[in-house]
């Protein structure tokens, strides 16, 4: 069975400062691989894809499937960054469960 | 505006009860998911549906079954509740029943008494 795995429950940093979510996960096949984000008080909403290989919010994740990793970065924080980060993992094959990791809350200080 | 939504968005009941929570994934899309977030927990992959279809199961409990009705509505039943039953639960939709993107609701937050 798949997981992912986010080992940050809480990452705090300055504004200004680099960001690094990580994410690992366990598959046997060839997964797609999203972040999810949800800011206070809006509903979860899709951040990027593995697939788009595109830089959003200033945001990028890069699949290594050597360490089976997605890390989330951003150079430079900002303050509206602040939001629950989830990782998620699509299966490619056989029985069709999105899976989610636990989350990891940022917060960005000023 | 992802135009899933979830009604009720708050519900307070007591152990024992049954309630039922309702979902309408966004217009044109086919498939329905139901997660289940407690406190401290990620989200909970509960039941899985496809154009009326279930399509794949996690680990919900006996007490609790889904539906999804011909308009593609579904409806998430809970019974017997018990106090660990309190949490949010997510309805997401997605246009195919294998990839891409999940759209999510608000969520209906369920408190057992």
């Known amino acids: 069975a798949q997981r992912v795995t986010q080992p940050e429950k809480l990452l705090s940093v300055f504004k200004g400062a680099p960001v690094e979510l990580k994410c690992n996960y366990s598959y046997s096949g060839s997964p797609e691989l999203f972040w999810y984000v949800q800011y206070s008080r809006q509903r979860l909403q899709l951040l990027l894809r593995h697939i788009s290989r595109e830089s959003i919010k200033g945001f990028t994740a890069d699949l290594n499937k050597g360490e089976t990793s997605f890390h989330l970065k951003k150079p430079f924080a900002q303050e509206e960054d602040s939001a629950m980060y989830y990782c998620?993992?699509?299966?490619?094959?056989?029985?069709?469960?999105?899976?989610f990791g636990r989350g990891t809350s940022l917060i960005v200080h000023p | 505006d992802s135009g899933v939504t979830q009604t009720p968005k708050h519900l307070i009941t007591a152990t024992g009860q049954r309630v039922t929570l309702r979902c309408s994934p966004r217009?044109?899309?086919?498939?329905v998911y139901w997660y289940q977030q407690s406190l401290d927990q990620g989200l909970q992959f509960l039941i899985h549906?496809?154009?009326?279809?279930?399509?794949a199961k996690g680990n919900i409990l006996e007490r609790f079954s889904a539906q999804q009705f011909p308009d593609l509505h579904s409806e998430l039943n809970l019974s017997s509740l018990e106090l660990g039953d309190s949490a949010l639960y997510f309805c997401?939709?997605?246009?195919?029943?294998?990839?891409?993107?999940?759209?999510f609701g608000e969520g209906s937050r369920l408190t057992v008494l």
């Open positions: 217009s044109g899309d086919l498939s």
């Open positions: 998620a993992l699509n299966p490619s094959g056989g029985s069709y469960i999105p899976t």
């Open positions: 549906y496809y154009n009326g279809e279930e399509r």
């Open positions: 997401a939709s997605s246009v195919t029943g294998g990839g891409g993107e999940l759209f």
